[in-house]
């Protein structure tokens, strides 16, 4: 059985930094791509970042320069790097592997 678990949220001013961490379990996680997607209040879930089993990464326009997606094979992890928060990037933060599987998600919340 497949089993995310994301951490690293929290509450940070605009213009801060977090990192976001997702534990995978139950997948030969070296093979899958990985995406980290986020919801707002009211809003539609949303792609931000995906990386490859091989490391393209690819991002919403709206993160690019600013968010970085990586992997560690050997821990089964997905990392999510959020420099220069704003306010419009709160949200609760899931990461995937094919939108069949999702955590329970960490929520963000940038202050202005």
């Known amino acids: 059985q497949v089993h995310l678990v994301e951490s690293g949220g929290g509450l940070v001013q605009a213009g801060g930094s977090l990192r976001l961490s997702c534990a995978a379990s139950g997948l030969s996680f070296s093979i899958n791509a990985m995406g980290w997607y986020r919801q707002a209040p009211g809003k539609q879930r949303e792609l ?65």
């Open 48 to 112: 931000v970042a995906r990386i490859t089993s091989g490391g393209s990464t690819n991002y919403a326009d709206s993160v690019k320069g600013r968010f970085t997606i990586s992997r560690d094979n050997a821990k089964n992890t997905v990392y999510l790097q959020m420099n220069s928060l704003k306010p419009e990037n709160t949200a609760v933060y899931y990461c995937t592997p094919n939108q069949v599987y999702w955590g329970q998600g960490t929520q963000v919340t940038v202050s202005s």
